[in-house]
T-cell receptor
């Protein structure tokens, strides 16, 4: 089955640690995106990538980093510089470089700082 | 950049009644307006979308209307059922500059359908 897979579903991080969230898609989509979701805030864009080896900052990129070495994969690293990392993180992909086509979302990763 | 406002933030309706959620956008160049449904603990799923070259689109109990002049679009759910209970997000994209490649979301509406 085609789809977009995020792992792990739940992640706990100690303060000062970096953690990496995985996002893999087998839809052959060019574009991939990371969103952060907080209660009452909607979805806010962290980073996006339109092609392999290229990515751009979204609205809230500080404290995060990404890579796009393969078309299928777009991992997100939450660094120790992110002051409030506890949130629900969503990865998405779409066919073309623009999002005026359907975006498919993964099931999310809930990150909690302990 | 694009700004999307969504109202109301919460909505409770009796089963069988209609529900309407409204969104406004700021970038007149935006041309694609999807609606997503998110169930608890899951990722959003597209339920309907509309492009700027049409004014209305319907899919069974769900419809979306778009008023480009006023820069607002609405989701209409008729004959609501308990399984319609979820958080609904509107979004806009296709606008000018860097925003043309970004989906900008509203803050969501929590819909509760009371049996």
């Amino acid at each position: 089955d085609g789809g977009i897979t995020q792992s792990p579903k739940y992640l706990f991080r100690k303060e000062g640690q970096n953690v990496t969230l995985s996002c893999e898609q087998n839809l052959n989509h060019d574009a991939m995106y990371w969103y952060r979701q907080d209660p009452g805030q909607g979805l806010r864009l962290i980073y996006y990538s339109q092609i392999v080896n290229d990515f751009q900052k979204g609205d809230i990129a500080e404290g995060y980093s990404v890579s796009r070495e393969k078309k299928e994969s777009f991992p997100l690293t939450v660094t120790s510089a992110q002051k409030n990392p506890t949130a629900f993180y969503l990865c998405a992909s779409s066919i073309l470089g623009g999002m005026n086509t359907e975006a498919f979302f993964g099931q999310g990763t809930r990150l909690t700082v302990v | 950049g694009e700004n999307v406002e969504q109202h109301p933030s919460t909505l409770s309706v009796q089963e069988g009644d209609s529900a309407v959620i409204k969104c406004t956008y700021s970038d007149s160049a935006s041309n694609y307006f999807p609606w997503y449904k998110q169930e608890l603990g899951k990722g959003p799923q597209l339920i309907i979308d509309i492009r700027s070259n049409v004014g209305e689109k319907k899919d069974q109990r769900i419809a979306v209307t778009l008023n480009k002049t006023a820069k607002h679009f609405s989701l209409h759910i008729t004959e609501t059922q308990p399984e319609d209970s979820a958080v609904y997000f509107c979004a806009a994209t296709g606008g000018s500059g860097a925003g043309s490649y970004q989906l900008t979301f509203g803050k969501g509406t929590k819909l509760s359908v009371i049996p």
